[in-house]
């Protein structure tokens, strides 16, 4: 009888299923047979369904295994459709990404000067006839404004519009008489002060400086040698071409290679290496000294301040209050603008200010210190004190003599080792 069958027998029966129905009942290994007396009853091995038949357990079990089948297919569907949406993403962030750094690239030049844009000539014109569409400039001037400007460039001499002279003598009579804080000041020689114009706002400031450091030079027979080409204060585009002519001759492929080799033409900034560069090729001993990091409490660098009056004060002899140094002025940079040191006070409570020509000073300025005031108010447009500088590092150029032939190759030579002197921590 069939409702008799024994347990190996029943084991049997669910083996054939196992066989016939593949995988599904290769995994599960057996199919749960039940005998209830008066009929045989078959579990299914993917779900609690009890069936009366083997029939239509096999066919319900073919609908598992299509429904199985089905979601398989419909998994690798999904994650190829997964895989292309994140290889889409991917793409879609990696090509924003270039975007940006793109953009990010082409303000750096505009920032810098370096995107083709023109150079000093350019952007006089364009200024003045902006002048002239807002009625601030008339017709004529704009005409002889340019015709003055193109004999400057024709030239390569500055046309001296910007120039204030004779602030540092201003300022010696003024210490004279003055009683009140200061205990000494050290003066520089003569400088003259040079601001930025229409043609170089914004991006000048190296070129001015360098002017100004130039302009004491030339004030000093120790330099005549040197500067015997360079007799009168060069325009900002021909100072670009003097600069380009120190790299042709081998000095700080470096900084050369970052500018393309050209400045000339451009609105490219220039900083501390520029000028040292350009000193060394003309012979004038120099050396950049970098205040890497501040050196005091609050971001301060009173290592700067220290070594300012040490430069200053280390040949002067006797303890008069004014002293006017035959130094030249230093060259002083940091990031985004640099400055000229022409003096340095010391103060009766032993504290430092050093007195800054800044080419962002206009000529109207600066001609209020030729006619001082009693009370000195006209001086805060050039003290700093230790707490006004706090910018993370500063970098000086100081000059300190001529330069041999010999020793101008040996600076060609090892141009590592005259170009940065780091101050210890």
Same mark, same amino acid.
């Given at each position: ?51 009366? =038949? $083997?029939?239509? #357990? @096999?066919?319900?079990?073919? /609908?598992?295994? +299509? *429904? ?6 419909? =998994? $690798?569907?999904? #994650? @190829?459709?997964?895989?292309? /949406?994140?290889? +889409? *993403? ?336």
């Amino acid at each position: 009888s069939t409702t008799a069958m024994s347990v190996h027998e029943c084991f049997s029966v669910s083996r054939t299923h196992l066989l016939i129905n593949g995988l599904i009942f290769q995994t599960k290994n057996c199919i749960s047979f039940l005998d209830t007396g008066d009929e045989q009853l078959y579990d299914c091995p993917m779900c609690s369904l009890t069936c009366t =038949n $083997i029939q239509i #357990l @096999e066919e319900h079990v073919d /609908l598992h295994l +299509e *429904e199985h089948n089905f979601s398989e297919g419909g =998994n $690798i569907r999904d #994650l @190829e459709l997964a895989q292309q /949406l994140q290889t +889409e *993403e991917d793409e879609r962030q990696r090509s924003e990404e270039e975007k940006r750094e793109r953009e990010e690239f082409k303000k750096l030049q505009r920032q810098y000067g370096l995107d083709n844009s023109g150079g000093f000539k350019q952007q006089f014109l364009k200024n003045m006839e902006r002048e002239v569409d807002r009625g601030r400039m008339q017709p004529f001037e704009y005409h002889k404004r340019k015709a003055d400007m193109m004999e400057s460039l024709a030239s390569g001499i500055d046309d001296g519009k910007t120039k204030t002279s004779g602030v540092i003598e201003a300022l010696c009579m003024y210490y004279q008489n003055e009683n009140k804080d200061v205990k000494r000041v050290w003066l520089s020689a003569g400088v003259d002060h040079f601001h930025s114009s229409l043609g170089d706002r914004g991006w000048g400031c190296g070129y001015r400086n360098f002017q100004m450091l130039l302009s004491s030079l030339l004030q000093n027979s120790f330099y005549n040698d040197c500067l015997r080409d360079t007799t009168l204060i060069p325009s900002i585009p021909k100072i670009q071409s003097m600069i380009e002519d120190a790299w042709r001759e081998g000095f700080d492929p470096h900084g050369a290679s970052h500018f393309n080799n050209r400045l000339h033409g451009s609105k490219a900034w220039i900083g501390a290496c520029e000028i040292y560069s350009l000193l060394t090729s003309l012979r004038i001993k120099c050396q950049i000294i970098d205040f890497h990091k501040p050196t005091g409490p609050m971001g301060t660098h009173p290592r700067l301040f220290e070594w300012i009056l040490h430069y200053y004060s280390k040949d002067s002899e006797g303890g008069a209050k004014v002293v006017c140094t035959s130094k030249p002025p230093i060259y002083l940079q940091h990031q985004g603008h640099s400055r000229t040191i022409v003096g340095i006070e010391e103060k009766k409570n032993r504290s430092l200010c050093l007195l800054l020509f800044d080419p962002g000073c206009s000529s109207q300025q600066m001609q209020k210190l030729l006619k001082q005031n009693s009370d000195g108010t006209g001086l805060r447009l050039l003290r700093k004190f230790v707490g006004s500088l706090k910018e993370k590092q500063y970098q000086i150029v100081a000059v300190d003599g001529v330069l041999s032939l010999e020793e101008k190759a040996v600076r060609y030579q090892n141009q590592n080792y005259f170009v940065y002197k780091w101050i210890p921590p």
